[in-house]
């Protein structure tokens, strides 16, 4: 079985393939796969739609601080959720609450029913759209930085500092692991998102560097990152849904950690299974 669309977005191509099904579009994205007689043609095209309707105004992409939102509270919130009810809990306009709906509708990321309630979210699929337009290191001011006296000494001492800080990364995503489940790298970074860089780079003592960075200082694209953080041991960690969308879109082996949490995420939180 073979979609043909217009075109087929990633998010789509990556559900097809799970289901066994190919696709084609305009653009030049093919898959086709058949046993008898054995043929298999892959080519890609383009990643984005290059059509646009003057008349089409659906949301093209999930870039900004109201769609992340909304994205962070879908993740998290109770179902079903009305788009009004969605805005009022994420916090933005109806009209940004619809308009995030129908996209991830179309990349189905959630499952409505008739009258538009959200009865469902695939939150992997919706994690998948997200970091096709959200990128840690792009989306929020970063500080590359070091604690010349060890990554140990900035850890320890988040839970005393007078000014607010969410973790993220690395370190967020142990704080959400399971008992007894080893981590798949070690901790070489400490990401923190704050309300005032400077300020916490001076309590911690860390200074600018362009090598040996073991510290990222992020000022937030927004201040949901601190809202909807949550309290471990004494620290806030940002929700899980933006620590798997920086694990994501971060350096290094932080994809795997991403994999990890969300499949621990699975036994804890509805809407994580694949």
Do not use: C
Request: net charge negative.
């Amino acid at each position: 079985m073979v979609l043909a669309a217009p075109f087929v977005s990633p998010t789509t191509r990556a559900q097809l393939e799970q289901h066994g099904m190919g696709w084609f579009d305009l653009t030049g994205n093919l898959r086709l796969r058949l046993d008898d007689p054995a043929v298999f043609l892959d080519r890609t095209g383009a990643e984005r739609s290059g059509f646009r309707d003057p008349a089409d105004r659906l949301l093209k992409s999930l870039r900004g601080p109201a769609a992340a939102k909304v994205v962070l509270e879908l993740a998290e919130t109770s179902l079903p959720v009305g788009v009004r009810e969605l805005a009022e809990r994420a916090q933005v306009g109806a009209a940004t609450s619809a308009r995030v709906l129908e996209l991830l509708d179309r990349e189905a990321a959630i499952t409505r029913s008739d009258d538009g309630v959200v009865t469902a979210v695939r939150k992997r699929l919706l994690m998948d759209r997200w970091a096709q337009d959200y990128k840690v290191m792009a989306s929020n001011e970063v500080i590359a930085t070091l604690d010349p006296r060890g990554l140990n000494h900035a850890l320890k001492a988040l839970s005393s500092l007078d000014t607010r800080v969410a973790v993220t990364g690395s370190a967020a995503a142990r704080a959400y692991l399971p008992d007894g489940v080893t981590p798949v790298s070690p901790i070489v970074s400490l990401s923190l998102y704050a309300e005032d860089p400077i300020g916490l780079m001076k309590q911690l003592g860390l200074r600018t560097a362009d090598r040996g960075t073991n510290v990222l200082v992020m000022r937030p694209y927004d201040d949901v990152v601190h809202t909807k953080a949550r309290l471990v041991g004494g620290i806030e960690y940002v929700p899980p849904a933006q620590v798997v969308a920086d694990l994501l879109t971060g350096p290094g082996r932080s994809t795997e950690e991403a994999e990890q949490l969300m499949a621990a995420l699975e036994s804890i939180e509805p809407g994580w299974e694949r």
